[in-house]
């Protein structure tokens, strides 16, 4: 992977990078955070689906071109699952190799890839069709492409590859690799070259929260407000929120993150 250039990021992006390439785990980091389905994901997972179900914005894009983007998605193949039935073309994007490689081990139905049955047990749920979360997980792995190396912190985050998508989606993401809000600012601006003009980005994350902790390993993150994240948004101008719905926190205070609260949220970028 090529060093970032964070031209306009602080050296504080660059050092939580290298934390991530040094040191995440994604076994336990699932067995931390997605042992069970809680109703955090869930409120996630609700609204993924929803948007890709039933968005009047999402239903006015070509349905026959329509390119997803799942972006700084870890080790978690479940959140573009929603777009499953959306779209035939879901490329995914993440910057630690473990990652990439825990999720072409589930993508090719390896023996030893995490179970995430249970999330699409829970997607399929919120179907009108009858469809089962096994069938949600096969249309996943039809429609996946592949998963790229990424780093928001460069002005193009998906270098050298140039593509742009129809739509970009990331869940707990930019807040964890940054920790000013200038610099979350100027990594939303990267990603948000990816959307083609017209496009959407529908993002999930954490409000309040300073840190987590995945083994021994405590990674920080901004700290956001909803207010700091409409704020964000009105600044750039190239993207207009059309939705931010918001939930107090849910999960135990054992589990090891700080956070106070989550969102979900919509942007479409603008068309000129």
Known sequence: MQEAKT???SKCVSKIRDLYLSDFNPLEYHSTFYSTLDDEVKFFLDNYHDAFQKDNLLKSLSSNKRRVLDFGCGPVPVYAATAAYFTNSITMAEIVPANRKALESWMSSEEDAID????F???ASLDDETRTGDEYATKLQDAFQLVVPCDGGLP???HPVCQTYDVVMSTLCLEFATTSLDDYRSMLAN???LIKPGGVLMMAGALGNTSYQVGQCTYPSVTLTKEDITDVFTSLETLQLVALRTLDRQTSLEKPANHKGIF???AQKTKK
Not at 116 to 119: A, C, G, L, T
């Open 191 to 193: 990603v948000t070259s």
């Open 156 to 158: 193009n985050p998906l």
């Open 7 to 9: 031209d306009g990021l």
């Open 121 to 123: 047990t829970h997607i």
């Open 116 to 119: 995430w049955s249970q999330f």
């Open 264 to 266: 979900f949220l919509m």
